[in-house]
Antibody
Framework: VLLVESGGGLVQPGGSLRLSCAAS????????MSWVRQAPGKGLEWVSAISGSGGKTYYADSVKGRFTISRDNSKNTVYLQMNSLRAEDTAVYYC????????????????WGQGTLVTVSS | QSVLTQPPSVSGAPGQRVTISCTGS?????????VHWYQQLPGTAPTLLIY???NRPSGVPDRFSGSKSDTSASLAITGLQADNEADYYCQSYDTSLSGWVFGGGTKLTVL
């Protein structure tokens, strides 16, 4: 299993950015996928998840209405479109593989990417 | 503030045993949701350490063990080694927040 994130960078407050996560080594469409972030020197925060089919999406309250998760199962890629970015969104964003196809409350993250840094600053 | 509470730091000498607690409430661990643990070595991404309260993925040594009771969970590490120095996070689901939640993390120092 390999997860490779890309798309991070410096963006001004109020700006937008789209992160990508290319997956390999497993049957991508069989698993839900998530984004988890970590602000500098801080702990982990779950951001968003998407079911294996892409038909169901879930968000933390902190990003609801501003971030959109999607996936392209033909490209084995999951995306995170981030709009109206704020300074508090500054973090390393990790792509993580779930172990269920659907959003399951007792699920966990069995593989993680290396992360991509998003910095929101003027 | 995290809904799952972990001690900010723990320490132990090589060969000793340490435990890391993860205290939740009736809306997460106490509601019956499983607890999972991750290890984050300095400068790297987290890796899965324990899933489903007490199960180890292949490759994780049996020096690491997990348990859950009522509204809390614990991670125990026996036979401490220098390369166990890392941040450790617990994770569960919270019904009030309608999402997965992490503890604040515990930094383990091997003396």
């Amino acid at each position: 299993v390999l997860l490779v994130e890309s798309g991070g960078g410096l963006v001004q407050p109020g700006g937008s950015l789209r992160l990508s996560c290319a997956a390999s080594g497993f049957t991508f469409s069989n698993y839900a996928m998530s984004w988890v972030r970590q602000a500098p020197g801080k702990g982990l925060e779950w951001v968003s998840a998407i079911s294996g089919s892409g038909g169901k999406t879930y968000y933390a309250d902190s990003v609801k209405g501003r971030f959109t998760i999607s996936r392209d199962n033909s490209k084995n890629t999951v995306y995170l479109q981030m709009n109206s970015l704020r300074a508090e969104d500054t973090a390393v964003y990790y792509c993580a593989k779930n172990t269920f196809t659907i959003y399951a409350h007792s699920d966990w993250f069995d593989f993680w990417g290396q992360g991509t840094l998003v910095t929101v600053s003027s | 503030q995290s809904v799952l509470t972990q001690p900010p730091s723990v320490s132990g000498a090589p060969g000793q045993r340490v435990t890391i607690s993860c205290t939740g409430s009736s809306s997460n661990i106490g509601a019956g949701y499983d607890v999972h643990w991750y290890q984050q070595l300095p400068g790297t991404a987290p890796t899965l350490l324990i899933y489903g309260n007490s199960n180890r993925p292949s490759g994780v040594p049996d020096r690491f063990s997990g348990s859950k009771s009522d509204t809390s969970a614990s991670l125990a590490i026996t036979g401490l080694q220098a390369d166990n120095e890392a941040d450790y996070y617990c994770q569960s689901y919270d019904t009030s927040l309608s999402g997965w939640v992490f503890g604040g993390g515990t930094k383990l120092t091997v003396l």
